[in-house]
């Protein structure tokens, strides 16, 4: 008898998510698929809009990355307003920015370790949910838990002090910044008590990393065959090759490593990105067009900025990431769940750029904005903590949005997703005759390694408890299960 | 960590874009006025798009917290009810709910702010600026109830943070 098994929605993944896998006669896996089920329409939604309004409103989006959209929008504008392509700013609009930026990525990095990712670690993935959680970490590793509340604190408020509020921050406007940091706030954010200072952010940071190593070492079968298959990546590197999460040109690399998009400049994306549309999902699938439809999808996110630099410019960061490197030979790491690992590293940086920037006196005063001639579009990419992020806009000559296409990070990687869980389901479910929680947790990790945002992806909001559904080969329901 | 209790947190959260949805965020911004107008030094309010895991630091620092969501759920115009700390795991984990914060300020910070949640009712949720009339009015509703129940509390009518 053929099965169709469905898990819905994906828990500890924002937004509402549907996994469906279609079990042929024999029980295995025959067809997988990660089905999204809302539908997109905020690109409709800023049209008529004055393109100004872009950076605040954009952050309705989603209030997991608001920052990340905030940027794009405003990079986008920025070439919109004659200020250039993010190398046209003055060194305070500049670093402001990219301060910004970097308690976007700290913080939320580390939600995703410690919150989403470290209960599976500590408990494993087949332990109980009821344990399987924050709190269960802060039952057993009170250290963990706490270091986890206090590292998500701190990059909230460096967001506070360069957006100016956590809701609809202003900070980001076309052509620059709208305030300086103040001494307070930097002497808050280098040296606050309670924890709340960059020196022990950068010592959790390292403790993440070391957390991560060992359990690597004792669990290396797990975490490096753990849905692994070859990919292609896609990604912003700085133009000398530096990992760079705030600007760069686009770079892709094949399974191989070898580039097959040789560095190209971001405003002209179109020219080597498409989105295919299919039936069964609301989410896009992207592809690079010179490879085509099939074969041409890539990765984006922690691993793929990894695995598309080739090093960090900060020294702790570095080490990390030529461990990270010899790991995997020199060659791309394929291994979704050396993702944790990335992520790891990436929070490393981000709180030794805090640091740098923090010291820096452009930071406190100089010029704050810069225009130039007016253009009618612009594009902006980010990489945002989930991966690379698009905003392209047009204008009419009257100041209104007349097109928006967004790009965001978890439709990037929405062909890798459905290959994770296709790699997951085939391995734990074919054959077997009874789907078990743990199964379908296995799953559910599998795409949690992305840190999807499916309300981004989709934008729109959608909560409700799990549901698992079992279909025979007539498509008629044999079986029902609520996680609630 | 060191507890410096001000006293009364009021934490509004929700999507502003998202019409109805910001009830909570208004609703923490009117009473903003209030405060000041009043020049109550021991209210203070926060909001955000969704409660997440520092907001367990945040209010380890008050004694008595109120929780301001909108809601879809079948009341009249708003609904005011003691919350319990729960450790409860929600489905979209990128957000927490406000039970789950109080468990985890319980388990991290060792202390228990006593707290309430207020529930504002909402009728539409899409993207568009600006609450519904109904929704504005059981918003206005709710603030007058919650301005009411912050004075009893802070003369000591409602000492156990419970009505």
Request: aromatic share 10%; net charge negative.
């Amino acid at each position: 008898m053929g099965q169709k098994i469905t898990i819905e929605p994906v828990t500890r993944v924002e937004g509402h998510g549907k996994v469906t896998i279609h079990l042929n006669n024999e029980g295995n896996v025959e067809q997988t698929r990660l089905h999204i089920v809302e539908f997109r329409g905020f690109e409709r939604f800023v049209q008529g809009r004055p393109y100004w309004e872009m950076p605040v409103l954009v952050q309705r989006l989603c209030g997991i990355c608001p920052v990340s959209h905030h940027l794009a929008a405003a990079k986008a504008l920025d070439v919109i307003v004659g200020a250039g392509t993010g190398e046209g700013l003055t060194p305070t609009g500049e670093k402001m920015r990219r301060l910004m930026h970097y308690g976007q990525m700290f913080q939320s990095h580390s939600l995703h370790f410690f919150h989403l990712a470290s209960p599976d670690l500590l408990f494993g993935i087949d332990s109980d949910p009821v344990k399987r959680n924050v709190i269960g970490v802060a039952l057993q590793y009170k250290d963990l838990a706490v270091q986890g509340v206090m590292m998500r604190k701190y990059g909230q408020e460096v967001i506070k002090a360069t957006a100016g509020k956590k809701i609809h921050g202003t900070g980001a406007v076309p052509g620059g910044i709208n305030k300086h940091l103040t001494e307070e706030e930097r002497e808050y954010l280098l040296h606050g008590d309670d924890y709340m200072n960059i020196d022990r952010m950068i010592s959790w940071s390292q403790d993440a990393l070391e957390f991560f190593k060992g359990y690597h070492k004792k669990n290396k079968a797990v975490i490096d065959s753990f849905a692994e298959f070859p990919s292609s990546y896609l990604s912003l590197v700085r133009k000398d090759g530096a990992l760079d999460l705030y600007h760069g040109v686009l770079r892709a690399i094949d399974h191989e490593g070898r580039k097959i998009l040789h560095d190209v400049d971001y405003q002209e994306y179109y020219k080597y990105i498409d989105e295919e549309v299919k039936s069964w999902s609301y989410m896009k699938f992207p592809y690079l067009k010179e490879i085509g439809k099939q074969n041409g999808w890539y990765s984006v996110g922690p691993l793929a900025r990894m695995n598309t630099a080739e090093f960090i410019d900060t020294p702790l960061a570095q080490k990390e990431f030529e461990a990270f490197r010899q790991y995997s030979g020199g060659k791309p790491c394929h291994r979704p769940m050396h993702a944790h690992w990335a992520r790891l590293i990436e929070i490393l940086h981000s709180a030794e750029k805090i640091k740098q920037l923090l010291a820096d006196p452009d930071l406190m005063e100089g010029q704050l904005v810069t225009r130039g001639a007016k253009q009618y579009e612009g594009v902006g990419l980010i990489e945002a903590p989930r991966g690379t992020l698009f905003h392209h806009y047009k204008i009419e000559e009257n100041d209104m949005i007349s097109m928006a296409n967004l790009i965001v990070s978890t439709t990037n990687n929405n062909q890798p997703m459905n290959e994770a869980v296709k790699q997951v389901a085939t391995r734990v479910m074919s054959g077997k005759k009874e789907i078990t929680e743990g199964m379908m947790n296995a799953v559910e990790v599998a795409i949690r390694a992305y840190d999807p945002c499916l309300s981004c992806a989709t934008h729109a909001l959608g909560q409700m408890p799990l549901e698992f559904e079992m279909y025979d080969v007539d498509n008629k329901l044999i079986e029902r299960k609520f996680k609630d | 960590l060191t507890h410096q209790k001000p006293s009364i947190l009021v934490y509004g959260y929700g999507n502003p874009g998202r019409q109805d949805d910001g009830a909570g965020i208004m609703l923490a911004e009117k009473l903003d006025e209030w405060i000041e107008s009043r020049k109550l030094e021991d209210v203070r309010t926060d909001t955000n798009y969704q409660l997440n895991l520092e907001d367990a630091a945040t209010v380890s620092n008050y004694d008595l917290v109120i929780f301001a969501d909108a809601s879809h759920e079948e009341i009249d115009d708003f609904r005011m009810e003691p919350l319990v700390a729960s450790n409860r795991v929600e489905f979209t984990m990128h957000a927490v709910a406000p039970a789950f914060i109080l468990h985890l300020c319980k388990e991290v910070f060792h202390y228990e702010p006593k707290a309430w949640l207020l529930h504002i009712k909402g009728y539409e949720w899409e993207f568009m600026a600006g609450m519904t009339e109904k929704a504005e009015s059981n918003l206005l509703s709710a603030l007058h109830y919650l301005q009411e129940f912050i004075l009893q509390h802070m003369s000591g009518r409602i000492s156990n943070g419970i009505n």
